[in-house]
């Protein structure tokens, strides 16, 4: 398994602060501050009761940390792993009221990214074989993009656009405002810096031809047949990126992958992944 890299706790943080805030409300856990006495040290584990791949678990352990510095965390399964029901994923000592309090919202940061991360996987390993890298898209959770697009990666995917200013992506709808795809990106050519991508979506090999005239770096063959993809492979003849996109599942993926092209996106790994279903509970 790859080493995954961790995003700045700077960026993840604010994150986990305001799913805290909003869970604690204006009086804290008051279940749990009437139950548990205040200095009771506790054990718990994160464990997985399904199969996949793990992600989340930064945003999971600072969940913790903001309740209590002193808390200690120790990630036994980290991002990008697989597990099995059964696997201890994280193990978190401290006081009892801590783990109580940031339990529901460590666990839903841990489950729905490791949601996202599965879903990459078996996208990934339907695909394998072929060059295609499977990215996903902008269709993500507000506020949750760059946890979810780095769960994609623990997934062993790769990342699409973070937003609309980091690249260039002609869409139908702007194509349709500039009245063609090679006018639309002669616009964008003219405005934007030189170290700005610039793709362009095509619905048909007219439209890609089209397309092409213009120079893209890369192309967006959307809802395209798997034959459909093979033609249009031909025709761009490694003058640009592919990206092929629209109704990808793990039972379609390859015959994409097989056309030939570069990429492979898919806007439901982050919109509409199912959760892993962890738990977590104590142990002493």
Avoid at 150 to 164: E, I, P
Avoid at 181 to 191: G, L, M
Avoid at 262 to 280: E, M
Wanted: proline share 4%.
């Amino acid at each position: 398994m790859p080493e995954i890299e961790n995003l700045p706790d700077i960026l993840v943080e604010p994150l986990v602060r305001a799913a805290l805030l909003e869970d604690l409300g204006r009086a804290g856990d008051i279940t749990t501050d009437a139950i548990a006495p205040a200095n009771l040290a506790a054990r718990a584990e994160m464990t997985a009761r399904d199969a996949g791949v793990v992600a989340g678990l930064q945003a999971s352990a600072i969940a913790f940390r903001l309740l209590d510095p002193d808390v200690r965390i120790d990630i036994l399964k980290p991002d990008g792993a697989d597990v099995a029901p059964g696997d201890v994923v994280m193990r978190i000592d401290g006081k009892a009221r801590t783990i109580l309090s940031a339990e529901r919202i460590a666990l839903n940061f841990a489950c729905s990214l490791s949601g996202v991360a599965t879903a990459t996987a078996e996208l990934v390993r339907a695909a394998a074989g072929h060059k295609a890298r499977i990215t996903c898209t902008r269709k993500t959770t507000p506020g949750l993009r760059a946890l979810q697009k780095a769960a994609v990666r623990a997934g062993g995917g790769a990342n699409h656009r973070f937003g609309l200013d980091d690249a260039v992506l002609i869409k139908d709808n702007h194509v349709a405002i500039a009245g063609g795809v090679a006018e639309a990106i002669r616009r964008v050519r003219a405005k934007v810096g030189h170290l700005v991508k610039v793709e362009a979506e095509v619905d048909t090999l007219a439209q890609l031809e089209e397309a092409m005239a213009e120079g893209p770096d890369a192309v967006l063959l959307d809802n395209m047949s798997p034959e459909t993809l093979q033609q249009a492979v031909a025709l761009v003849a490694g003058r640009a990126v592919t990206e092929a996109s629209g109704r990808i599942t793990a039972a379609t993926v390859a015959a994409v992958a097989a056309s030939g092209v570069d990429l492979i996106s898919a806007g439901w790994l982050t919109h509409s992944a199912k959760s892993l279903d962890l738990g977590l509970d104590f142990t002493t």
